[in-house]
Structure formats: structure tokens, C-alpha cells
């Protein structure tokens, strides 16, 4: 058997921070608001007027409310997120194309 | 509810996870969905709109992973046994995605004990936590990254700066790192470590042969990888990447410049060491021979100019390197390095014409408040104002500057190395 050495592990372990929301699965959308929050990437506006349509059409949604971040890869504003806070049953939002 | 495309969906799980949602449902389409017509997108969402509301009403998998929680301070490095031979240790590094692509240093405790004797620091001490993965950033394990990428002992303090600098909210790691655009850390070093680490401010200054800058841009990276998570191809989205993401570093020409140093600029003393990062999509080589100081800043200003600039689409801080005859050509011509912020400001205008439809209409969204609203004959400012026009003087003998456009979303940021 070849000599061996030993190396420290330089990749950090994925932690999973603390405090995160955990997800509450509705029981119905019947009469639910659903938010969106759009990731402003192209197409993601088009999808979340069908979206939203569907939603009320077909599945009772009560309304929508809309959002749009400035740009892609920036956090949506503080009051962006109080008013889906106060607002919303479910937010939808994009992550990358 | 997080909607995304497959080519997304590694990085929006793992997302999920470091920001500890990780039961949060996660929506697949088909990548790709931007290019997608109208009537496409409909036809999807007719679909798609079920496997919304299933998930809404909690048919998704849930999570199965153990939780591994911080604990707020970090865990001590795991010692891994491996073949003591540097080809098989590399071949090991390879399968494990711990390398860059080139030869690395193993770094054997006795080589982390000697890293961190360069810092006064505590081994665990948290530096940062580095997006998008969240990875703790501890001395230790920077030091263990600095050693495979070749750093010495002295490097080290200019390292942890820029682990520092970068997670500073105001550089976007975040975005930096996942997105698909080519971004790197360019590093610079101000003050008087830059001449005694021997970090190389003249000829060449950004290309190859000089170790310091080599080894810093090269472990800053390798924290970016091996720490933050952005595997290529994983969270690391990059369509092409660029050279720049191998090692981007270099020492400002103090001695050349004709003007106050980057760091005294951005408010340090003159004396401090500095690191100073940008997030760089690139470099541009601006070659003329002026030796009118007014002629050479109009030939940069509009080398500037393209539409296709995340600096216009964003309101970014896009940078120059100076060589320093470049700079004596301004200086002889009375310009102060404010003065030079300013008529490239002025003289890099973009006619918002000049963007195809899709990105016109990006432009409006991202930039129609600041600009109060923006019409085919808008003349688009590449920054916000003449004071985010990056000016740096390094580099030898020659008529060049070189232009750093940005990632755009992205602000510099300074941080004194401290001991």
C-alpha cells in the first residue's frame, strides 16, 4: 500500500441557517391571495399574469397581488416582503432564467 | 413558492436550504423559459398552473436531509486521510472538486499551522459566511485554502481582508457567484504591503509571472468555491465564466499615479494597507496614442459605450486602469482624477436607442425612477454619477488602459488588512 498524509478539508459543510420560514401547505386556494414576486427575468411577468389567471379561473384563487424586483439578482425590497406578508395565503417567486 | 427552470434547480434547492427553507416547494419548467413566445408561455402555464396549486397544498417531497445547523461557531476542519503523492493527491482533489482546474498544495496540518502563523487571528474565528452556499468562512479554513492555492504565510492577511470584503452586502457575493454572467473578484491592493508582498503594480501587472498575484486571486477564488459553494455548473451558473475567475489581482501604481492613491481616495490613510474588490466581467484593452488630454479621455469615454453593458442596464461602477502614460497625458492636461470621473461620466452616454427591444424595455424597469423615465431619446448615463467611475493607475511602459466593465449589481469594496 502507498504512504499515506492526512489534509484538512478546505470545502466548508452546508449549514442550513436557522430562522428560515418553514413552508405551511394550504388546505384549499379556494379564496386565497397568491402573490407574486417577479424576479424581473425575462418572460417571468407573462407567466405570472397566467398564472394568476388560472389560479382564480381554476382553482378559486381571490386575487393576486403583484410585485417586481428592480433587478434579478438583488433581494426584493423590505416592503415588498411586509406587504406579501400582510397580504398573501401564497407568494410565487423566480429564481434565475 | 419558488418557480425556476431545470438548469436552476440545483442552485434554487440549495439556496433553500442555506437560507433554512429547505421544505420551501421548488416549481420546475423546462429550461429554456426567457426565449419562450407568448403563446408558449401560455401553453405552459395551462399546465404548470397544477403542479403550482399541488404543491401549494403540500404534495411536494419534503426535505429528508439531516439538518445541519450552525452552531454559530465554526466547525473545525475535517482531517481526511490521501495518498501521499502529489499526482494522486491531485487526481484526489479532482474527484473531490476542491481544485480550480490546476495543481494544488496539500495542505497538511503542519502547512495550516504555518499559514496561520501570518495572521494574530483565532484559528476558528468566523470571518465570514460566503453566499451561496453560506459556508463558514473560519481562519482555519481559509488558511487551508490559501495553502493549496500556494500562499505564504504573509499572504494570508490580505486574504482574509478580501474574504471580508466580498461578503460585504454592497458586492452582491450572492449575485457574483450564481449568476450567469462571467464576474470575478478583481483584486486590489493599496498601501505599503502591496511592495512588500511584492505584488506586482507595473508591466504585466494583470497577466501572468508574478506569485503574489497569482496565489491571491487564486485562493480567493478557491474560498469562492470550496467555501462559498459555487461549483461550476452547480451554484456557479456562468454561461462562459472568464479567465479573470483563475486569479484577478494586482497592486496599484502608487508611485506612477499622478494622483491620490485608490485607498486614500476611498478614505484610509496613506500608510494603511488596503484590499480593495470589484466584481469584473472582463477587461477591454483601450489603445490610442493622444497625448491630448481631452482627445484621449473622448476616445475612452466612448470605447466605453455598449449596449450590451450590465454597467448601462444597471446603473453600475465600471473601472479604468490607467497605464501611467495614459495618466501623465491627463495630468499634464490639467486633469484631476475627479476631473477625469467626470468627463468620462459625461462623455460614455449611451443613446437608450441603441438596445434591442427586450433589453429597452429591462432598462426602463431597472432604471426609469432614478433616470425619471426613459424614451428612445435618453442619453443613459453608464453609472449612477461621475463618482462610481472606477480610475486606478497601474501598469508599465505603453499607451493602454485597460476598461473593467462590472457585473453591474455589484459595488466595490475596501477593507484595511489588518495583522
Known sequence: MSKMQTVLDPVAPATTAAGGPAFRPLTTLQGKVVGFIDNSKPNFSLLADDLGELLMSKYGVARVVRHRKRTASMSASAEVFADVKKQCDLVITGSGD | MVVCSTAFVTLGRSQLKALGSPDLPLAVMPHPFGVRTRAEVRALAETFVDEVARLALGAGEQSHEADQRGTGKPMAAAAITIAD?????????????????LPLVPPTPERVEQMLAGTKRARDE??????????????????????????????????????????????????????????????IVNGPLAATLGINAGINCLGQGTRANAVLGRALRLVLQNIGGAFPGEMDRATHGQPGKYTFCCAENEAASPWQPLHVERGFGADESVVTVVGAAGTLNLNSHSKDAADLLHALAISMI?????????????????????????????????????KIWEQSKMPAASYARKDFERVQHARGSELGGISADTLLPIGPSPDEIGIVVAGGPGTHTVYVPTFGQTRAVSRRVGK
Open chain 2, 85 to 101: 503523492d502529489l499526482i494522486a493527491f491531485n487526481d484526489e482533489c479532482e474527484r473531490r472538486r476542491w481544485s480550480d482546474g
Open chain 2, 306 to 342: 455598449h449596449p450590451t453593458s450590465n454597467d448601462y442596464h444597471f446603473a453600475g461602477e465600471p473601472w479604468l486602469v490607467l497605464s501611467p502614460e495614459h495618466a501623465d497625458v491627463l495630468k499634464r492636461g490639467g486633469y484631476s482624477k475627479a476631473d477625469v470621473k467626470q
Open chain 2, 126 to 187: 468566523m470571518v465570514a459566511r460566503i453566499a451561496p452556499g453560506f459556508g463558514e468562512a473560519s481562519v482555519e479554513r481559509i488558511a487551508i485554502n490559501a495553502v493549496m492555492a500556494g500562499c505564504r504565510p504573509q499572504e494570508l492577511p490580505v486574504l482574509i481582508a478580501a474574504v471580508e470584503a466580498v461578503a460585504d452586502e454592497r458586492f452582491n457575493i450572492q449575485g457574483i457567484q450564481a449568476t450567469t454572467n462571467p464576474v470575478a473578484p478583481w483584486i
